[in-house]
């Protein structure tokens, strides 16, 4: 072998020691990390509502399990997380004495990693909650509720190592606890709730040099409910140490959000979506670099429910729908005609009606809270905007459909001066009218569910004033009310909470507390139905008082019934909130649909007019006109009478 040949070998040999040598640690070079999350599952297990006794195609953790699955089989290694709100809703609540939930028994059973406690885990007291939090398998996480001692309730975080990549989970849940839990203080007694954004900060300062990806699991909005500090895009801001955060709470579903340089996602509520997070990262040396961060909301309407799970389940299925169907009590009639003000569908896609005028639904829930309260005013919200009882059996059901939270009974002494500030605070719901508008609409930035109405008192909305000035005529047993008076109100739990917040009462004006008279039986729905049955001998028939209306708006115009079938035809739409939690958002404004030239021309009839004629003059037809005009008799038009020419 000559020289140069062997110095060719010994370069070669050198070359292939150091490709077996460097191609190993390439290998490891390049690392995705998955994460897969829930929110707000709510007692859903099966795809199925037992409020209505149906099928929801895009709920329930068994075909979030579908999902689960064929995420595993691409990346094995994927950490499954939880942002809270388990186990209430959806009937839950008839498993609660069980020695463990079956919500946190099909956690256990798909294998959830994590779960950040959330608001309504606190409904049913420590006792409940602290057997659940030991029962489940993986890390219970609240970085921000801590003990009297100083320590905190659960876990901050949780660490994981991934093929060498260390990911810290962190839970955070707003702080708002103790004011909606404010009627049962044992629901959070010893626990103090501090400031998300100060809380992880401190988190992010205890984690330094103990990850390579920081994941944020928060049972939080977004952006802020009460305070600058409540929501994710606050955290997002003050620590951009977060690669991806999950949020919860809104029951929104979004996965393109980017606040300080920080992914955020939300799944949407009942098991809607599986949140994806794929964190692509490089190593060098011992450093590993984020690359980049993609977040995908998996559907899963287009699934179906993993039939193993379903099988292994099926006991609380049929628990479920057995306790659902229990006939309590007859209806004697619809109580409310046409659920959407302008379809006359059951189901709202437009404006709810029981949102825009008094009805029997909002009535018999006020007139059992007055009942079991001794009260002289009531107030609610309707929680299911479409909610109706309908002519025939009244189940169990029923009561849940129309009053879906396990919300509790509270009477409460209050001033005429801060009644009548507590219903501005709720007349806040209204957006201001304005000339044009021929339907009223709502705030989008206040939910549906702090939108009360009330009885026992009389009074007009006047929506052509700014919110904080609107309630007008407002009288109590036909007197004015007036702000030294004492009036005794009857409220859920949840809003005494806002109360007390607000400063309209304190502590001591409770007098009445239906969890401290009938224990469990003390819900508000469960109070419905008692009501039905000792005092309606199981005969409930619909009645309202139309003791409010809405003033102070000309709802009225020649093109109100065209423009309302252009919506029925799908061609105008009203918009609902991105969460879709609060609906008719924009009141449908004449001048403005005729400025984006939605509604054509009109016409004047005058004398020997025929609708033929209008139609050559326009080059439509007369059955055009007839129909987009919404004339019974086509050969009878009027002189002055108003003719809409559609656009062409």
Known sequence: MTRLKKKLFVLMLVLTMLVVIV??????EEQIITILGTSDLHGRIYPYYYATDSNDSDAGLAKIQTLIKAERALNPEAILVDAGDLLQDNLADLFNDDPVHPMIQVFNYIKYDTWTLGNH?????????NKNIAAFNGNVLAANIYKEDGTRYVKPYAIFNRNGVRVAIVGLITPHIPKW???????????TFVDPVEEAKKVVKELEGKYDVLVGVFHMSDTSEYTKTDGANAVATACPEFS???????????????????KIIEPGQFGAALGKAEIKLSKSGDVWTIESVTTTNLETKPVDADQELLNKFASVHKASLAEANKVVGEVTADFIDRVDYITGEDKVTTIPTSQIQDTAVIDIINTVQMFYADADIASAALFNIGSNLKKGPFKKKDAAYIYKYDNTLIGV???????????????????????????VSFNPKVRAYNYDMFAGVTYDVDISKDAGNRVTNLKFNEKSVQDDQVYKLAINNYRFGTLLKEGFVKDEDKYFDSYEKYQDDG??????IRYLQEEKNGILNPEIDNNWKIIGADLESPYKEIIFTMVRKGEITIPFTEDGRTPNIVALNVIELKAEGKLGQTYTVKINDYLWKIAEKFQTTWQTL???NN????DLIFPDQIILIPVQ
Not at 244 to 262: L, R, S, W
Not at 523 to 528: E, K, M, N, Q
Request: hydrophobic share 35%; charged share 25%.
């Open 523 to 528: 819900r508000v729905r469960d109070l419905i």
């Open 626 to 628: 007839a129909k987009f």
């Open 244 to 262: 991806v955060i999950y949020t919860g709470h809104k029951h929104a579903k979004f996965d393109d959000k980017e606040v300080n340089g920080v």
């Open 413 to 439: 002494k209050i001033t005429g001066k801060n009644l009548k500030a507590y219903m501005e605070w709720s007349m806040n719901y209204y957006n201001t009218y304005k000339p044009g508008d021929i339907t």
């Open 181 to 191: 839990e404010a009627s049962n203080p044992d629901h959070f007694k010893g626990l």
């Open 631 to 634: 004339l019974i008799n086509p």
């Open 121 to 129: 885990e606190f409904n049913y007291g420590l006792d409940f909650l």
């Open 23 to 28: 191609l190993p640690s390439l290998a490891t």
